[in-house]
Nanobody, 115 residues
Framework: QVQLVESGGGLVQAGGSLRLSCSAS????????MGWYRQAPGKQRELVAT???????NYADSVKGRFTISRNNAKNTVYLQMSSLDFEDTAVYYC?????????WGQGTQVTVSS
């Protein structure tokens, strides 16, 4: 049974930082690409960042230079370090992966940036 559990969201002032974590189980984490998406109220879910099993990363233009995705294979955990947060980053952030042809999502963690 695949499970993805996000944590680390919360309320932060504009310009601040947060680190999200996603703990994975039920997969061979070290060989799986992982990703972070987000969904703001009234908007579609959008890609934030991805990281391959080899550590190659990809970012949405809107977060480049501000967010960093990383992984710790020993802990089966992927992280999203977010800095210089602004109001537009307010959203529910989801961790995702694909395993044996199926896409899996965590329950999401709310990030709210106050002005």
């Amino acid at each position: 049974q695949v499970q993805l559990v996000e944590s680390g969201g919360g309320l932060v002032q504009a310009g601040g930082s947060l680190r999200l974590s996603c703990s994975a189980s039920g997969i061979i984490f070290s060989i799986n690409a992982m990703g972070w998406y987000r969904q703001a109220p009234g908007k579609q879910r959008e890609l934030v960042a991805t990281i391959t099993s080899g550590g190659s990363t990809n970012y949405a233009d809107s977060v480049k230079g501000r967010f960093t995705i990383s992984r710790n294979n020993a802990k089966n955990t992927v992280y999203l370090q977010m800095s210089s947060l602004d109001f537009e980053d307010t959203a529910v952030y989801y961790c995702t992966t694909t395993w044996r042809g199926f896409n899996y999502w965590g329950q999401g963690t709310q990030v709210t940036v106050s002005s």
